[in-house]
């Protein structure tokens, strides 16, 4: 039975979230229980290379960005239950393939299989967030798209990083079998409580929907944006280890956790302030506050500044893809909805794909500090592009 999005009632947004945020959760913690035991398993036990390495990881993120497109239309001409509900299944067969890759002697042959299921999880991951995030927003309301947002993003990170020390666990016990056994296993849990709820009426529109292009051209200034302020979150997890390491300072996992506990102490309890406050506002202070922090860390003597930098990170860039969100969502149709929600998600995929080898040439020429003032100028580019946006409008 359809539910309409008007009949949602206000006060119940926090339990009409609850299980969206679950299904990103558990989805999540498939693909990071992966993440830690994938260079394990190629390196150690196929005795392939670093760079295989590489590419077996990345390969999902390039599988990400290519169908986000097709995620968000499919999402607006069926519904997002039905995206998740595609989505969720397409992880486990994933998994499927993981598993296969153990049973198999040949290296080369299992590398193939392993490649496959990490193609997979790539529009399996586009469907099942693009949907969430627009079943979610549909439930509560666009006037709480700031706080969907947030909590998404709460689930999304922590799932992540329970995902690390769990699929480190689940190696070390039953090998990667035991991480295909999961990745199969989570997302079929994470269907279960889809089923469960009632689907949201599709949106018929009187004309067609949006097309890829226009949904770009109506929120491209808020994914941009977006996507520079990304950039410090990606080059702090990224170097800021190898930074510690080249002053000689202890404590470089202090510095990460130090992020994490900023980034999701704000999305706690302030996620509500992108609806209240507005999203231009939140955004340019959260910006503000990232580029301090970056400035920070480029100039950090000893370690406990750049804990300090690393926390103001976490902080800062906590609330940015809210506070855009809540921008973009405003000015897209409800019929495309959830090809706007994955247009607006590739900046954040694009962002995390460029900046490594971007900073990486950075670093090579001027050293890991130089790496923190990138970030900070990439604060000051999504400043400007904020401000060009309230100058045009």
């Not at 990304?230 to 000689?248: D, N």
């Not at 000893?302 to 804990?307: G, H, I």
Request: hydrophobic share 55%.
């Amino acid at each position: 039975m359809s539910t309409s999005i008007a009949s949602v009632v206000p006060d119940t947004s926090s339990r009409q979230l609850l299980p969206l945020v679950a299904i990103v959760f558990s989805g999540f913690l498939a693909i990071g229980i992966a993440l830690p035991a994938l260079p394990l398993h190629v390196h150690g036990s196929l005795g392939l290379s670093a760079m295989v390495v590489g590419w077996v990881i990345g390969i999902q993120s390039f599988a990400t960005i290519v169908t986000r497109k097709f995620a968000g239309s499919y999402c607006d001409r069926h519904g997002p239950r039905q995206s998740v509900s595609i989505g969720l299944p397409l992880a486990s067969m994933a998994g499927l393939l993981y598993l296969a890759s153990t049973l198999i002697g040949n290296s080369h042959a299992s590398l193939a299989l392993l490649i496959l299921g990490r193609l997979l999880m790539g529009p399996a991951e586009s469907l099942f967030l693009t949907g969430t995030m627009t079943w979610a927003i549909g439930r509560v309301g666009v006037a709480r798209t700031g706080k969907v947002m947030a909590w998404q993003g709460i689930a999304m990170f922590a799932a992540l990083g329970l995902g690390g020390p769990l699929g480190v666990a689940l190696q070390q016990t039953y090998g990667f079998a035991g991480i295909a056994c999961g990745t199969i296993a989570l997302p079929l849990l994470a269907l279960v409580v889809a089923r469960m709820l009632p689907a949201l009426e599709v949106v018929r529109a009187a004309a067609q929907g949006l097309s890829f292009a226009g949904a770009l051209a109506l929120i491209w200034r808020f994914g941009l944006a977006l996507a520079f302020a990304a950039m410090p979150f990606a080059i702090l997890t990224s170097f800021v280890v190898l930074l510690y390491g080249e002053h000689g300072w202890a404590g470089a996992g202090f510095a990460i956790l130090g992020f994490s506990s900023g980034y999701i102490g704000v999305r706690l309890f302030f996620a509500h302030l992108p609806d209240r406050l507005g999203g231009a506002r939140v955004g340019a202070v959260s910006v503000a506050i990232e580029l301090c922090a970056q400035l920070l860390l480029w100039l950090a003597s000893d370690p406990w500044t750049a804990l300090a930098g690393a926390v103001l990170t976490g902080i800062g860039f906590s609330l940015v893809f809210p506070a855009m969100g809540v921008q973009a969502m405003a000015r897209v149709p409800a019929h495309s909805r959830g090809l706007a929600v994955a247009c607006f998600m590739a900046f954040i995929d694009v962002a995390s794909g460029l900046t490594g080898p971007i900073v990486g040439v950075v670093i090579g020429w001027y050293g890991y500090s130089a790496a923190f003032l990138a970030g900070a100028l990439a604060c000051v580019a999504a400043l400007l592009v904020m401000w060009s946006g309230r100058r045009g409008r």
